[in-house]
T-cell receptor, first 116, second 112 residues
Framework: EPEVTQTPSHQVTQMGQEVILRCVPISNHLYFYWYRQILGQKVEFLVSFYNNEISEKSEIFDDQFSVERPDGSNFTLKIRSTKLEDSAMYFC??????????????FGPGTRLTVL | AQSVTQLGSHVSVSEGALVLLRCNYSSSVPPYLFWYVQYPNQGLQLLLKYTTGATLVKGINGFEAEFKKSETSFHLTKPSAHMSDAAEYFCAVSEAGNQFYFGTGTSLTVIP
């Protein structure tokens, strides 16, 4: 069964450094998403992406964050200058027909980001 | 604004006992409701979802949930717990567009 994959599974970085989290969505999916989960808190929406542009973003997704689909398979989340509070589990998700209400989003296993 | 409340961050049941995980939501329009399960070191896997139609929804692994509009609830149940059900369970709501709103999750422990 096709699945969303994410690399690395765990990333440790120093405060102020740039990190890039990578995701490979399911191949025929057109909509891509990033969520994060700070330890002990709820999963929070960051951004959705369709047709090579951001379609929706939350308040969390400020200028420090960017997303990109650099080729036909990868979908990346970049944090330009990490802060301690960016430490969280980051989930990538994809869906086939995002504009259809309630289209199922398929999630990857997550990347645990630790900022020291 | 939408929000999801999951009562009980930790639930323990005996093997073979009823599983009941509670989810209440707030939404200004008819919502679309989801339950996801997360096993250790894995991603979120869809258990079931409610969009329209029958309010009792059956999902994978013997789980089901009932949408009760009057109670703004979407509780997850399973008649008989199995050891393999031990995991984190997340309720989520979506009104329109692409954004999902998740609850804080309930960790289910199954006692042999």
């Amino acid at each position: 069964e096709p699945e969303v994959t994410q690399t690395p599974s765990h990333q440790v970085t120093q405060m102020g450094q740039e990190v890039i989290l990578r995701c490979v969505p399911i191949s025929n999916h057109l909509y891509f998403y990033w969520y994060r989960q700070i330890l002990g808190q709820k999963v929070e929406f960051l951004v959705s992406f369709y047709n090579n542009e951001i379609s929706e973003k939350s308040e969390i997704f400020d200028d420090q964050f960017s997303v990109e689909r650099p080729d036909g398979s990868n979908f990346t989340l970049k944090i330009r200058s990490t802060k301690l509070e960016d430490s969280a589990m980051y989930f990538c998700a994809s869906s086939e027909r995002g504009r259809e209400i309630a289209d199922t989003q398929y999630f990857g296993p997550g990347t645990r980001l630790t900022v020291l | 604004a939408q929000s999801v409340t999951q009562l009980g961050s930790h639930v323990s049941v005996s093997e073979g006992a009823l599983v009941l995980l509670r989810c209440n939501y707030s939404s200004s329009v008819p919502p679309y409701l989801f339950w996801y399960v997360q096993y250790p070191n894995q991603g979120l896997q869809l258990l079931l979802k409610y969009t329209t139609g029958a309010t009792l929804v059956k999902g994978i692994n013997g789980f089901e949930a009932e949408f009760k509009k009057s109670e703004t609830s979407f509780h997850l149940t399973k008649p008989s717990a199995h050891m393999s059900d031990a995991a984190e369970y997340f309720c989520a709501v979506s009104e329109a567009g692409n954004q999902f709103y998740f609850g804080t999750g309930t960790s289910l422990t199954v006692i042999p």
